[in-house]
Nanobody
Framework: QVQLVESGGGLVQAGGSLRLSCVAS????????MGWYRQAPGKQRELVAT???????NYADFVKGRFTISRDNAKNTVYLQMNSLNPEDTAVYYC??????????WGQGTLVTVSS
């Protein structure tokens, strides 16, 4: 069983930065994609960014140039560095681990609130 635990959310002023972390534990397949999704109040969950075990990344257009995803395979940890935050980035951010056609796991979410 794989578990994901996020940390790093909080309250920040517009223009500020936050760094989210997500640690995976359990029987983790070596080939996987880890990523971050977010869900704002009244909206559907949406992709923010993903990273493969080899380091290939994919970003949603609305975060390109502001957010950076990275991972440390030795620590089974994925990070999301968020810069130039704006109130529209306010959401619950969820960590995700996926093995195509085999496994998908979600974390419990961490709240990010950006004040104007």
């Amino acid at each position: 069983q794989v578990q994901l635990v996020e940390s790093g959310g909080g309250l920040v002023q517009a223009g500020g930065s936050l760094r989210l972390s997500c640690v995976a534990s359990g029987m983790i397949p070596s080939i996987n994609v880890m990523g971050w999704y977010r869900q704002a109040p009244g909206k559907q969950r949406e992709l923010v960014a993903t990273v493969t075990q080899s380091g290939s990344t994919n970003y949603a257009d609305f975060v390109k140039g502001r957010f950076t995803i990275s991972r440390d395979n030795a620590k089974n940890t994925v990070y999301l560095q968020m810069n130039s935050l704006n109130p529209e980035d306010t959401a619950v951010y969820y960590c995700n681990l996926k093995v195509k056609g085999f496994l998908e796991v979600w974390g419990q979410g961490t709240l990010v609130t950006v004040s104007s």
